[in-house]
């Protein structure tokens, strides 16, 4: 269960690395991705924060999580640098992707797809008797 200190700065770190990812992504032309940060943990210790990132589309997930490692401690700096008065240590960030959405598109193909044992019943193994 998270304190009240590890929601507050989670919520803080959230904005800024946010707002820090989407500025660098313009800045270097990137256009066509969606980088939003979803979910950030903070440790009891206050040690070590993971952010996890929602990438669309997500086929450019692997690419925008490596070029974000990449320039990993550029992006701790310009935290740190906005979060100076709130935070005496700048916690480690570790980056994840958040892949709930991919998920959930799949699972709404899959309902409303071909294959919906629904409208087809022919997909359905029929049961046998023993």
Not at 29 to 47: A, E, N, W, Y
């Amino acid at each position: 269960m998270e304190t009240n200190r590890q929601k507050k700065i989670a919520g803080v770190l959230q904005q800024d690395v946010a707002d820090v990812i989407q500025i660098a992504l313009r800045e270097a032309g990137v256009q066509g991705i969606l980088v939003s940060v979803t979910k950030v943990t903070v440790t009891t210790d206050l040690s070590i924060a993971k952010v996890y990132m929602s990438i669309f589309p997500h086929q450019e997930g692997e690419k925008v999580l490596k070029e974000v490692n990449a320039v990993k401690s550029q992006i701790k700096h310009k935290v740190a640098q906005r979060t100076k008065h709130q935070l005496r240590r700048m916690p480690e960030l570790s980056y994840f992707i958040d892949d709930s959405l991919e998920y959930i598109s799949n699972i709404e193909e899959a309902v409303k797809g071909k294959d919906d044992p629904i409208n087809n019943p022919e997909l359905l193994e029929r049961r046998k008797k023993k």
